[in-house]
């Protein structure tokens, strides 16, 4: 079964950088799109961007640009998220998505992780 | 970017009544060489991580109840849950995947009256 599991809590301080980690498992984890979400403590979800697990190729939000590196390791079937220069209003939890659809950047997330809870003071 | 708005914010309805969300995109996602419309439609249940209801607007993900359904096209669309149960409280978001950023909604609660 498809599963993908995140890293564990971080507390940084601002202006550190944190890198994220979502392994998956029970699928062919190049053929899929991974997608970043963000959600703030009582807010909405914030897509920050894709990766495309076969080529490495990218995709940020415009938002997030000189900030945000995704990437990935297929040895080991694990996406990364890095943002550095971490703000305050960066607190929230961070979830990896797999694409629904092959080989599809443009498709709604049908497998999500259990996400990471990231949380930046001073 | 595309704007996605959600009405109403918040709604309660009574256990077995129909629920009726709207979904409303600053301009259309409907892709004129396939007709689809890159819209989805998630819920989310407190502490957990979103769940996938309805893609292309109106197709259901597999092992979705069929009280779940989704309609709508180009720029204005509806998720409606046709007989509410206890489990459907939650918040549903919609999300347009026709452009990046792929933007969501900013959320509809949904409560038992």
């Known amino acids: 079964q498809v599963q993908l599991v995140q890293s564990g809590a971080e507390v940084k301080k601002p202006g550190a950088s944190v890198k994220l980690s979502c392994k998956a498992s029970?699928?062919?984890?190049?053929?899929?799109?991974m997608h970043w979400v963000r959600q703030a403590p009582g807010q909405g979800l914030e897509w920050m961007g894709w990766?495309?697990?076969?080529?490495?190729?990218?995709n940020y939000a415009q938002k997030f640009q000189g900030r945000v590196t995704m990437t990935r390791d297929t040895s080991i079937s694990t996406a990364y998220m890095e943002l550095s220069r971490l703000r305050s209003d960066d607190t929230a939890v961070y979830y990896c998505?797999?694409?629904?659809?092959?080989?599809?950047?443009?498709?709604?997330?049908?497998?999500w992780g259990q996400g990471t809870l990231v949380t930046v003071s001073s | 970017d595309i704007v996605m708005t959600q009405s109403p914010d918040s709604l309660a309805v009574s256990l077995g009544e129909r629920a009726t969300i709207n979904c409303k995109s600053s301009?259309?996602?409907?892709?004129?060489?396939?007709?689809?419309?890159?819209l989805a439609w998630y819920q989310q249940k407190p502490g957990q991580p979103p769940k996938l209801l309805i893609y292309?607007?109106?197709a259901r993900e597999s092992g979705v109840p069929d009280r779940f359904s989704g309609s709508g096209s180009g720029t204005d669309f509806t998720l409606t849950i046709g007989s509410l149960q206890a489990e459907d409280v939650a918040v549903y978001y919609c999300?347009?995947?026709?452009?990046?950023?792929?933007?969501f909604g900013p959320g509809t609660k949904v409560d038992i009256k």
């Open positions: 999300q347009q995947y026709y452009s990046t950023p792929f933007t």
């Open positions: 990766i495309n697990p076969n080529s490495g190729g990218t």
């Open positions: 029970g699928y062919t984890f190049t053929g899929y799109y």
């Open positions: 292309w607007a109106s």
């Open positions: 301009q259309s996602v409907l892709y004129s060489s396939n007709n689809k419309n890159y």
């Open positions: 998505a797999r694409a629904q659809l092959p080989a599809i950047a443009a498709a709604g997330g049908n497998y």
